[in-house]
């Protein structure tokens, strides 16, 4: 496996990022291929990226460990690339909740160091204050140290019903207390009693010595421990990735850490932070972490206001006007566009849910569609056509294919592409041309090093992505 890993006297935690979910809450911009980890929702950064530097300093932290699964990885590598970060990229078979892909990040992590602190994170919360989240962790790590599974509970900003709650109790060291109570997603006015009381909220992010949580998780739980130790002990390599073995991890029970270990175990502790953390669950809550206008108007793309208030506007390319509209959600993507009411939340999962049965593709993928070579995305279609934008990154390169329904011509715009067909191979220029008979080998890379950009037009009487016949792949997708 990848990197170097340190003795128990190096003190340093190994940070978990958990990345592979696939949630809804901001859609249309997250959908289930690129969720909202890895969008840049505040600048030009993902969540990821910003979650990977916050625990980038060597004094404190080691080489993380990355959670995720088949679909995300090439996504998670390109993204750590940017960063210049290295990170062992452990990837998940099947979703069976944080529970076990947590515990599986600890069995890796203690099969290394058998006092290796680890310190998980979701990868798609926002915290503003690193500084104060970092004198966080050095407070919870004391307490990991001893045993104690931490976890981190964020002094509210308001009384809100969409958090866990946790009470906390005796002090154990300076900043970190025992958990008195861990209570469910209240009602509003339960929420203000709690907030009046100094309850805090649950981050869901924890820090503990990864003996200790394995061994609070076996004791509830032996068979799903027993389980995930052999598909991390089996794991496979694929390209540099950790391949948990699917059989294995199958059997584990899905199950959420909190109901797993958190809520049964007396070693809980919690250090209360306030670092201005959100777990970003929807667009109202972006638009409270955005940056407004006099009005109360916040814009990621292009925007205008005239006599409006309280809106928040996101678009990748078309612009937005708003006149004389208050508290509105607009989201602009190449292919869908949201209206909604900034604070109902409820109302755009029963939308999601209802695009599922009626539209399930603008829910699952985006035009522009990535791959580990680079992206393209659909101009236009037609019965027998489809012209496509691709992107070849520097260094990347397609499989060598063919297509039985389809013929295809490439006009290149942006850089030179190295093209296979058949037994020609050549050097294709910016304003030049190659044509792809149906039935043809072909290949297409980028040997410069900038983005090679090209426009495909495809023509034939099936032009589905399925009429891919992969011969080689540098991605093992043949």
Not at 200 to 218: I, K, Q
Not at 244 to 272: C, H, N, Q, W
Request: hydrophobic share 40%.
């Amino acid at each position: 496996m990848n990197g170097v890993w340190k003795s128990a006297n190096d003190r340093r935690c190994v940070p978990l990022i958990m990345c592979g979910g696939a949630g809804t809450r901001l859609w249309p911009a997250s959908r289930e291929v690129r969720p909202k980890q890895f969008l840049p929702l505040f600048g030009k950064r993902s969540t990821f990226q910003e979650t990977l530097l916050r625990v980038s300093d060597p004094a404190l932290f080691g080489r993380p460990i990355v959670m995720t699964n088949t679909g995300y990885r090439f996504i998670v590598l390109e993204q750590l690339s940017e960063l210049g970060i290295e990170a062992d990229i452990l990837l998940e078979p099947a979703r069976r909740d944080s529970g076990p892909a947590i515990a599986a990040g600890a069995v890796l992590a203690d099969q290394r160091d058998a006092n290796a602190v680890v310190l998980a994170l979701a990868a798609d919360h926002v915290v503003r204050d690193t500084r104060s989240f970092v004198e966080a962790c050095r407070a919870g790590k004391v307490a990991a140290d001893e045993g104690f599974i931490v976890t981190f509970g964020v002094k509210p900003e308001r009384p809100a019903s969409d958090y866990g709650y946790i009470r906390p109790g005796d002090r154990i060291t300076d900043g970190v207390f025992k958990v008195g109570t861990f209570v469910e997603k209240p009602d509003a006015a339960t929420a203000a009693t709690y907030v009046e009381q100094g309850y805090l909220w649950n981050s869901g992010n924890f820090m503990f010595r990864a003996a200790s949580l394995l061994d609070e998780y076996r004791q509830h739980d032996p068979d799903s421990i027993a389980s995930i130790t052999e598909a991390v002990t089996d794991a496979g390599r694929d390209l540099g990735f950790v391949t948990l073995a699917p059989e294995a991890f199958g059997r584990a029970r899905a199950i959420s850490v909190d109901y797993a270990v958190m809520e049964k175990t007396a070693r809980a502790a919690v250090v209360p932070v306030d670092c201005g953390w959100s777990d970003v669950g929807s667009w109202h809550a972006v638009w409270e972490l955005s940056d407004k206008d006099d009005h109360g108007n916040a814009a990621q793309g292009m925007a205008v206001f005239e006599d409006s208030r309280n809106c928040n506007v996101t678009s990748d390319k078309a612009l937005v006007a708003l006149e004389g509209v208050d508290d509105l959600v607009v989201v602009a993507t190449t292919d869908a566009i949201l209206v909604s009411r900034q604070k109902d939340a409820n109302g755009l999962k029963r939308l999601v849910a209802k695009l599922k049965t009626v539209a399930p593709e603008v829910t699952q993928q985006h035009l522009r569609v990535h791959r580990p070579w680079g992206s393209y995305q659909s101009l236009d279609t037609g019965d027998r056509h489809q012209v496509k934008r691709i992107v070849v990154k520097a260094g990347g390169r397609l499989s060598l294919q063919k297509h039985h329904h389809r013929s295809e011509h490439w006009i290149v715009v942006r850089g030179t592409a190295l093209v296979t067909v058949n037994d020609l191979v050549k050097n294709v220029h910016e304003n030049e041309s190659i044509y792809i008979p149906i039935g043809a080998t072909h290949r297409l890379e980028n040997p410069g090093k900038i983005p090679l950009e090209l426009i495909e037009v495809q023509t034939g009487s099936y032009l589905g992505e399925d009429d891919i016949i992969r011969i080689e792949d540098d991605y093992q997708r043949a």
